[in-house]
């Protein structure tokens, strides 16, 4: 009778530490075409301002599709740099977003900067992020949530290696499956992370193509993958 009563409760934990599950999605903003226009066509980026909320949106059909169809998906979405540049092309960018968010029945948080960022983070369950993508600019030191938005080829708003040990450990699984789909975060900051949060991160050596998309193709990397 113990030993059933200690399995059932065994199960109850599995099962409510299941349905805590989080899959994170965390997409940066696109560059403005008033900037980008003055660059050299080869150094041109975000033509396209659906670049990163559309990788976005495989990867959450991905998820549902190896986690199901009723996983959690908690969608992360940097606003400012959708404002302006739905300003820049006179399009309601955020109300699209919005809208996906809805149709796709996932948590919509818009977040500004660095600090509410790693705010809203660090407000999910104790070992709920099960799973954890980043698409958007980045080098080998940050994620870049902007990037040619508010200063050509500048920019202000990131997540810097430095602040990962502002990120709480114990929300993640410690099994869960982090990746960055930004260039080159494998050449330092993947190490970092790993350092400061306990899990690994899956980066880039190298640069990112995300012109695959259009064919229904997540990023792929122009060199290598590496935690």
Known sequence: MIHRLRLASLVLLLLSAWSRADHVIVTGGP???????????QDQHD??????????????????K????????VWMVYQP?????GREDGKPYTSWIAELAAKRRVTLIWFNGSGNFIQALNSRPRGSIQTFDFFGHSNRYAF??????DIMAVSTAWLHERDLPRIKSSIFDRRA???????HTGESMSAVWKSATGVPLEGAKGPTDYTVISTGRLPVVKG???R
């Not at 740099?81 to 540049?85: I, L």
């Open 177 to 183: 499956y982090c990746k960055s789909w930004g260039c």
């Open 66 to 73: 190896a986690y199901g169809p009723d996983a959690a998906i």
């Open 31 to 41: 560059a403005l075409r008033k900037w980008e226009n003055l660059r050299v066509q």
């Open 224 to 226: 290598s993958w590496a």
């Open 144 to 149: 870049m949530f902007d990037y040619g938005n």
């Open 81 to 85: 740099g959708y404002q302006t540049r």
């Open 47 to 64: 033509r396209w301002w659906a670049n990163f909320v559309r990788a976005s949106t495989l990867r959450m059909a991905e998820i549902r």
